[in-house]
C-alpha cells in the first residue's frame, strides 16, 4: 500500500512538526533520511520546521507523560533509519492510551522504543568513562569521540559537573560537532576536525601512562577476547594505551 512519507530535516522541531502534520493520516511514516525502505507508488513530503506546531505536540505529550519526552528524545539519536517512525508509532500509542505506556511491553512500538532509548543510555554511560580528555597548550581539555549516537549534548552535564571550573571540549569527529564548556557554561556547535597541540605536562602524562601499561601487560596472556568486552574495539584509538598498539 503506499504511504505519504513525511520528510523532516532530522531535528527535533522538525520530528514533532512531522507529527503534527501526518496525525490524521493514518497511513503515514515519517523519516529524515532517504535510506528508509520504499514501496511503489509511495510519496515523498517535504516538512519544514514549524515551531509552534512542534511546540503544540510537546505540549500535548508533557500533560499525557512528561517523561516520555527523553525517550522520544534518546531514539532520535539513534543512527536507525526507522528512528522518526519509531517514535512516531510510540505517540499514537500514547494519545491513544491518554496514559504512559512503557510498560505495555507486549506491543511492538513499545519494545522498539525501549531498546533504542536503552542503547543511547549505555553508550552515554559507557562514554563517562571511556572518554579520554587531554590538555592542550591553552589550557583546554579536549576529548575526541566517535559514539553510535548522538550522545555529546547527554554527556555535556555530567563533565560540566565533574570539571567544575575548567574549560573543556568533546568533539564528536564522525558528525563534526562538539560540545564547549568555558567552566560556566556550555553549548553545541557544529566542529571540523582540530589541530591538537598538547601541554609539555600532557605529553609527559602519556608518556609514563604508556610505560605503566607496557609494565604490567604480559604478552603471553593477553587475551584479547576479554580486553574488546570490557572495551570496545571502537574506543581504542581514542586511549593513550590503545591495546591495538600492544606487542
Same mark, same amino acid.
Given at each position: 500500500?503506499?504511504?505519504?512519507?513525511?520528510?523532516?530535516?532530522?531535528?527535533?522541531?522538525?520530528?514533532?512538526?512531522?507529527?503534527?502534520?501526518?496525525?490524521?493520516?493514518?497511513?503515514?511514516?515519517?523519516?529524515?533520511?532517504?535510506?528508509?525502505?520504499?514501496?511503489?507508488?509511495?510519496?515523498?513530503?517535504?516538512?519544514?520546521?514549524?515551531?509552534?506546531?512542534a511546540?503544540?505536540?510537546?505540549?500535548?505529550?508533557?500533560?499525557?507523560?512528561?517523561?516520555?519526552?527523553?525517550?522520544?528524545?534518546?531514539?532520535?539519536?539513534?543512527?536507525?533509519?526507522?528512528?522518526?517512525?519509531?517514535?512516531?508509532?510510540?505517540?499514537?500509542l500514547?494519545?491513544?492510551?491518554?496514559?504512559?505506556?512503557?510498560?505495555?511491553?507486549?506491543?511492538?512500538?513499545?519494545r522498539?522504543?525501549?531498546?533504542l532509548?536503552?542503547?543511547?543510555?549505555?553508550?552515554? @554511560?559507557?562514554?563517562?568513562?571511556?572518554?579520554?580528555?587531554?590538555?592542550?597548550?591553552?589550557?583546554?581539555?579536549?576529548?575526541?569521540?566517535?559514539?553510535?549516537?548522538?550522545?555529546?549534548?547527554?554527556?555535556?552535564? @555530567?563533565?560540566?559537573?565533574?570539571?567544575?571550573?575548567?574549560?573543556?571540549?568533546? @568533539?564528536?569527529?564522525?558528525?563534526?560537532?562538539?560540545?564547549?564548556?568555558?567552566?560556566?557554561?556550555?553549548?553545541?556547535?557544529?566542529?571540523?576536525?582540530?589541530?591538537?597541540?598538547?601541554?609539555?605536562?600532557?605529553?609527559?602524562?602519556?608518556?609514563?601512562?604508556?610505560?605503566?601499561?607496557?609494565?604490567?601487560?604480559?604478552p603471553?596472556?593477553?587475551?584479547?577476547?576479554?580486553?574488546?568486552?570490557?572495551?570496545?574495539?571502537?574506543?581504542?584509538?581514542?586511549?593513550?594505551?590503545?591495546?591495538?598498539?600492544?606487542?
Amino acid at each position: 500500500m503506499a504511504r505519504n512519507i513525511y520528510m523532516t530535516d532530522g531535528s527535533p522541531e522538525g520530528f514533532f512538526t512531522a507529527v503534527f502534520d501526518g496525525w490524521r493520516d493514518k497511513d503515514a511514516f515519517i523519516a529524515s533520511s532517504r535510506a528508509v525502505q520504499t514501496a511503489l507508488g509511495d510519496e515523498f513530503i517535504p516538512v519544514p520546521p514549524d515551531a509552534e506546531k512542534a511546540a503544540r505536540v510537546v505540549r500535548k505529550l508533557r500533560r499525557i507523560d512528561n517523561a516520555c519526552l527523553y525517550e522520544i528524545d534518546c531514539v532520535l539519536r539513534t543512527p536507525d533509519a526507522d528512528r522518526e517512525q519509531a517514535a512516531f508509532s510510540y505517540i499514537r500509542l500514547l494519545m491513544a492510551e491518554k496514559k504512559p505506556v512503557r510498560g505495555m511491553l507486549t506491543r511492538p512500538e513499545v519494545r522498539r522504543v525501549r531498546e533504542l532509548s536503552d542503547r543511547v543510555g549505555q553508550e552515554r @554511560h559507557r562514554l563517562t568513562g571511556f572518554l579520554r580528555f587531554r590538555e592542550t597548550a591553552d589550557g583546554v581539555y579536549y576529548a575526541p569521540c566517535a559514539p553510535d549516537n548522538d550522545v555529546v549534548e547527554l554527556l555535556m552535564p @555530567h563533565f560540566a559537573a565533574r570539571f567544575k571550573t575548567f574549560p573543556f571540549v568533546i @568533539h564528536d569527529l564522525s558528525r563534526g560537532i562538539a560540545g564547549l564548556c568555558n567552566g560556566r557554561e556550555w553549548k553545541i556547535v557544529p566542529a571540523a576536525d582540530a589541530e591538537l597541540v598538547l601541554s609539555e605536562e600532557e605529553e609527559g602524562f602519556e608518556r609514563l601512562w604508556k610505560k605503566y601499561y607496557a609494565a604490567v601487560n604480559i604478552p603471553s596472556r593477553r587475551n584479547v577476547r576479554q580486553q574488546k568486552g570490557y572495551m570496545p574495539v571502537r574506543y581504542w584509538k581514542f586511549l593513550p594505551e590503545n591495546p591495538g598498539e600492544q606487542p
